[in-house]
C-alpha cells in the first residue's frame, strides 16, 4: 500500500523568506504522480503545484518550486518571499496514474504560519 | 463553471439521525471522490466513483455509511445511524481523466462540516 510521510507537523517562517516543506513517500509503482495542496482556514483544498514521476524536471509554479528524488522517494515543496497568505495547512499527496486506480493518498499535512 | 458545489456547508444533528450529505461535481468530470477530514486521522478516502459506478469503497467505515451517485452531476452520502464520531469535514472532489490515460487534477468542494451531538 502506498503511504505519505509528513513528519514535521508545524513550521513557521518570517515573510519575505524561504521555507522547505518536507514529504516522503512509499510505492511500489514507477509512474505516478505526486501533489501538494494548501488548505486556508477557509478549509478550501487548493492545488498548489503537481510533479508526474516519470519527469525528472522538477516542477515550478511562480514562487513554489519542488524538489523531487524519486529514488528517495522525497518531495519537498519550496516557498520562496513567503506571504502572509501563504499560512495554511499544506498537504502531500500521491496518486497512481489513472484508470482504477485513480484515488489521492494524503499526509497528515504541516500547519504553516507565517510572521510579519 | 461554479466549481465542486456542496450542500450542507454546515450540519449539526443529534445522535441517531439521518444525515444527508450532497454534491454536485464539475460538468464534464467522470470520476467524484468523497473525503473525510478529522484531526486524529487527517484526510482519508472514503469512496469514489467513475462513470457514476462505485470504484472502490474500501474506506467507507461501516455500514451506517452509504454512498450514490444516480447520475454524472450529483452524488449523496448518507449516514444512517449518526454517532459523534462521525463527526469531521467531508469533501467532495471531481477529476476527468485525459485523452493520453493520465489523471487530471482533483477539484475539492467547499466541504460539509458535521456535527454530530
Known amino acids: 500500500a502506498q503511504t505519505v510521510t509528513q513528519s514535521q507537523p508545524e513550521m513557521s517562517v518570517q515573510e519575505a523568506e524561504t521555507v522547505t516543506l518536507s514529504c516522503t513517500y512509499d510505492?511500489?509503482?514507477?509512474?505516478?504522480?505526486l501533489f501538494w495542496y494548501k488548505q486556508p482556514p477557509s478549509r478550501q483544498m487548493i492545488l498548489v503545484i503537481r510533479q508526474e514521476a516519470y519527469k525528472q524536471q522538477n516542477a515550478t509554479e511562480n514562487r513554489f518550486s519542488v524538489n523531487f528524488q524519486k529514488a528517495a522517494k522525497s518531495f519537498s515543496l519550496k516557498i520562496s518571499d513567503s506571504q502572509l497568505g501563504d499560512a495554511a495547512m499544506y498537504f502531500c499527496?500521491?496518486?497512481?496514474?489513472?484508470?482504477?486506480?485513480?484515488?489521492?493518498?494524503f499526509g497528515k499535512g504541516i500547519t504553516l504560519s507565517v510572521r510579519p | 463553471d461554479a466549481g465542486v458545489i456542496q450542500s450542507p456547508r454546515h450540519e449539526v444533528t443529534e445522535m441517531g439521525q439521518e444525515v444527508t450529505l450532497r454534491c454536485k461535481p464539475i460538468s464534464g468530470h467522470d470520476y467524484l471522490f468523497w473525503y473525510r477530514q478529522t484531526m486524529m486521522r487527517g484526510l482519508e478516502l472514503l469512496i469514489y466513483f467513475n462513470n457514476n459506478v462505485p470504484i472502490d469503497d474500501s474506506g467507507m467505515p461501516e455500514d451506517r455509511f452509504s454512498a450514490k451517485m444516480p447520475n454524472a452531476s450529483f452524488s449523496t452520502l448518507k449516514i444512517q445511524p449518526s454517532e459523534p464520531r462521525d463527526s469531521a469535514v467531508y469533501f467532495c472532489?471531481?477529476?476527468?481523466?485525459?485523452?493520453?490515460?493520465?489523471?487530471?487534477?482533483?477539484?475539492f468542494g467547499p466541504g460539509t462540516r458535521l456535527t454530530v451531538l
Open positions: 472532489a471531481s477529476s476527468f481523466e485525459l485523452a493520453d490515460g493520465f489523471g487530471g487534477e482533483q477539484f
Open positions: 510505492t511500489s509503482e514507477s509512474d505516478y504522480y
Open positions: 499527496a500521491y496518486r497512481v496514474l489513472g484508470g482504477a486506480n485513480s484515488k489521492l493518498t
